[in-house]
Structure formats: C-alpha cells, structure tokens
C-alpha cells in the first residue's frame, strides 16, 4: 500500500477536501454510494489544479441509502472546526443535508447544519470535539439527508461542495 505523489500531495486532516479525486471507496479516500435516486460527480477545474467540487444531482426518487458521501479521519483529541463552501439549487431532500462526524462506536460529536433550498455559493462551519475515549480512536465524516417523515417522498435539485477543510484550534 502506497499513495501517489499526487495523494501524498493531499493529505491534511481531510483527504482530498477540493475533491480532486474521484472516490475511491477504499482506504481514507471518499466513499460513495451509486443509485438511481442521485448521481455524484467531483468536477475538476484546469485552472487551478488544486480546486474542484463535489456535484450532487438529486432525480426526485428516494435514495435507499441516507450517506451519500464519507471518509474515515484519524484526528487527534481535540476541538476542531469543519469548514468549507456550499451551492444549492431548488434542493428538496428530506429536511435537508448534513456534514456529521462520528466515532468508531457511533457517537455523533457535532450538531447537524442543514443545507436546502437555493443559495449562492456561501462558507460554513461546524465545531466539534474529538473525544480522548476509547471508541473513538478512528472517526467517519459522512454527508447525509436527515429524512422528513412529512415529505417522504421529495429528492430533487442540486447541492455543490468545494474546499471543505478541518482545522484544530
């Protein structure tokens, strides 16, 4: 098992956060999952080469699988700060999507900011801290749609990610 000089050249307490890559569903690297009910792509821009975005297409069905996109992180106990940018356009998905950060052993350490609706591009951050427990040794950053038990049925439009970075302070 070796990494690239181009992932080595991605490594940071998110691996490959301008989405330069396309998941690898292995390892450290993105995980997705690919179904009918949306489609995920990483758009890259040739100018810079160190930006890109992750794009998903909702196609009005109901995904069977909430977690759309995850990685496995190894921090450090610890407060740290999950930031980034966001776009959506007419996004109907549940009460909306999510970034959560989770230990090995399920527990959830930040509270959910939720994403719908339509904006411009605009930052977010969420802050958190990573337990000194045992359990949490190893953490899993996923992005998910919290379900709306009123609208079940609802999953269209788009949301757009780019530079999404961790920082300990």
């Given amino acids: 098992n070796h990494l690239s000089t181009r992932e080595l050249n991605l490594l940071g307490n998110i691996f490959d956060g301008n989405f330069l890559l396309p998941p690898s569903n292995r390892g450290f690297g993105w995980r997705s999952h690919d179904e009918a009910a949306y489609s995920i792509f990483f758009k890259h821009h040739t100018a810079p080469k160190t930006s890109g975005e992750a794009v998903i297409y909702f196609t009005g069905a109901k995904p069977k699988n909430m977690t759309l996109l995850s990685q496995l992180l190894l921090l450090e106990p610890g407060r740290f700060k999950l930031k980034g940018e966001v776009m959506t356009e007419h996004l109907k998905a549940g009460e909306g999507l999510y970034w959560e950060l ?63 970075n961790m920082e300990r302070f």
């Fill in 102 to 164: 989770s230990c090995q052993d399920g527990r959830v350490m930040n509270q959910p900011l939720l994403f719908s609706g339509s904006s411009s591009w605009h930052g977010f951050e969420t802050v958190f801290e990573t337990p000194r427990n045992r359990g949490c040794e190893v953490q899993r950053l996923s992005l998910k749609i919290r379900e709306d038990i009123n609208q079940p049925f609802r999953y269209d439009g788009s949301i757009v990610f780019r530079a999404l």
